[in-house]
């Protein structure tokens, strides 16, 4: 209990890809990458949320060893005549490689999906070891810093803060590593965060991976 106590976590963010690995650390449950997208995927995010089609997309990936490339055969096919859809594939599939090389992971689950409303809205933890997750348009996805909720109340509207200054906002096109609370070692630790609401008209595209053995 007392180690669970002076436990520290805290977030890094950096210019490069480098900076994904430093959610190895113990003290770390949030890496953000803070890159910029291509103009080429950015315009194919973009125009694939302007179509107002449904997108929801699920795959698990095979990954037996770390020369195997992804194959993302289907993926978001109702769009392959749209100019960018090559690049914006080729991203997916550099970002599934990047995540299962960093983690030793063997099988990665991959979710596509196009928002126009809070997935998750109320802030919370992710049961699940860590999770990748890269909006590729709209708003990006919210977190709170270490001690900006009482845990003990996840998930009650009434319990979460006011303030907009301890809402931190990830931006459109960062890649963020989430450590949740079956990483071992970071129990009760997992990243505070929450799907954002977009304002009425605008929809979000969004990626997350999942490790899932």
């Given amino acids: ?18 900076t994904l690995a430093q959610i190895l650390d113990d003290d770390i449950n949030l890496a953000v990458w803070q890159r910029q997208l291509p103009a080429h995927i950015s315009d194919f995010a973009a125009m694939v949320v302007s ?29 392959s005549d749209l100019q960018g859809y090559e690049g914006f594939v080729a991203d997916v599939a550099w970002l599934v490689s990047a995540f299962s090389c960093l983690l030793g992971a063997r099988r990665v689950g991959v979710r596509l999906r196009a928002l126009d409303s809070a997935m998750c809205p109320r802030f919370h ?55 949740g609370e079956k990483w071992h070692g970071n129990e009760g630790f997992g990243l505070i965060h929450r799907s954002p609401q977009p304002t009425p008209g605008d929809r979000r595209l969004i990626l997350s991976l999942d490790w899932l053995a």
Avoid at 4 to 18: A, C, D, W
Avoid at 54 to 72: F, G, H, I, K, R
């Fill in 1 to 18: 209990m007392l180690a669970t106590r002076l436990k520290q976590v805290r977030q890094v963010h950096g210019h490069t890809p480098l």
């Fill in 51 to 79: 179509m107002n089609q449904s997108v929801a997309e699920s795959m698990v990936l095979d990954m037996p060893d770390e020369d195997t490339q992804p194959t993302l055969h289907g993926l978001a096919a109702g769009f």
């Fill in 125 to 179: 933890v992710d049961h699940v070891p860590v999770r990748l997750i890269t909006t590729y348009v709209g708003v990006g996805s919210q977190w709170l810093m270490e001690g900006g909720m009482d845990r003990r109340r996840l998930g009650q509207l009434d319990a979460e803060p006011d303030d907009p200054e301890m809402i931190q906002q990830m931006c459109s096109g960062e890649v963020a590593l989430l450590k």
